[in-house]
């Protein structure tokens, strides 16, 4: 243990615990410790807190047993399996460096780096040279090792070898050996008083003649001034006499909390009760904030995919993934795609083109009609048979001219029928046409009567029917 106190000071830390902080270290003295006397003090009080340089794990109370188990794992590798985060086995691996490493453009120079057999090749191929090259012995330069592979004292600083040099012991009461007047060639020498007496020496504010054992003399090159070792340590933490390291740290209650160069997230991972809680204080909970470990997820994850191949991955069915890729089946299935009627009865103005509401929806395999809008928005290219049935009944017997229309993408795209002087009720008509369409067109039917209608609600006279015939395929 070394302990260092300015002079002047007084005794504030024992061991490292502040006098008055929340731990329960208490030293009392006998007298404030002044001037040179420190020192002694502390030899004194060093000699009963030597113990206090190691502190084990089983002497902090709220240490659990997983925290301690976590400490004194041999390595890294040993704590992650502790933890249940063994990367590989329990845990997935980040493989993105890799790929990142793979994308650096090594140079000849950077590479023969990797190469070098021993540290002087390496100096050589930096053209650093030998330590003995680098200003050694010399201001701002390098330290040299004598015969013995020992640093020169000369090159030792002086925090190292010390301000102050032990000389032997000193009889007080008979001089002996007899200190010299104090000098630039003795600052810095002590002796420490084995005998007590009044042996007379010239001190800053005169002369010092009570010396007890364990007193300290010490030269400052001008004076001789004392360490006065009677201002002894009475008791710490309340303990006295031969204090033991196991029962001042009891006397202490030093816990976890206690620890200063650990930060509290690291102290509560030793007070955690177990691994799973270590892993939720570290937000890495197997299931929750990370992936267990799958064989799968790895080979998945050692893969180079693009983003064509990840979109794969957002199709919500068949048909969008056969959109995505441009391909259909020669022959669609026949079946109806789309099958809608009226749901109401409706009325036809005069003389205006209107859409025809089919908006009972019976079929629609692959979700493309809209009976809210009566629009049908087609999501695969290709042929379609467009059936239309639609009976209707003139406003009026004058006659007129009566037409049904189909509307793609906003305009009039092909006329089903067109009647002239229609003045008979109930009529009946079903059309069909072939369409080629394209992913995307909206579709709809527009109904026009120069003295308007009526179109009953009859499922089986008025409706719309879709069936593909032939897909497109993509150009070879």
Known sequence: MADVLELGTQVRNVGGVPI?????????????????????????????????????LDQISDITLP???????????????????????????????????????????????????????????????????????????VATLDAQSKLAASQIPDAILGAVRYQGGWNASSNQPTLPAPSSANKGWYFIVTTAGSAS????????????????AVSDGTYWEKVDSSDQVVSVAGLQGAI??????????????DITDASANGRSLLTAANYAAMRALLGLAIGTNVQAYDADLDAIASLTTTAFGRGFLTFADLASAQIALDIQPRIDNPKTRILASLSAAQTIPSAAFTKIAFATETSDRDGEYDPATQTWTVKRAGSYNIEIGCQYNPATATGGQI???????????KRMFTRYNATTFGTQSVSSAILDLAAGDQVFLQFYADMGATLPNDATQNYLSVTPVVAQYPAS
């Open 20 to 56: 008055g902080s929340q731990t329960a270290a208490v030293v009392e003295v006998l007298a404030p410790v002044t001037d040179l006397s420190v020192q002694a003090a502390l030899l004194a009080l060093q000699q009963a807190l030597d113990a206090l340089d190691e502190i084990s």
């Open 201 to 216: 020496l010239q001190g800053p504010a005169g002369a010092i003649t009570d010396w007890k054992v364990g007193d300290w």
């Open 67 to 141: 925290g301690k188990t976590l400490v004194r794992a041999i390595d890294y590798a040993a704590m992650r399996q502790l933890l249940g985060l063994r990367i590989g086995v329990d845990v997935q691996a980040y493989d993105s460096d890799l790929q990142a490493l793979a994308a650096v453009a090594a140079q000849p120079f950077g590479l023969s780096l990797l190469t070098g057999a021993d540290a002087a090749s390496v100096r050589t191929l930096l053209a650093l040279g030998s330590a003995a090259s680098l200003a050694a012995g010399q201001a701002n330069g």
């Open 403 to 413: 037409v049904l229309v189909i509307v793609k993408n906003g305009a009039q795209f």
């Open 244 to 257: 033991t390291a196991a029962a001042l740290k009891t006397a202490l209650a030093i816990a976890a909390a």
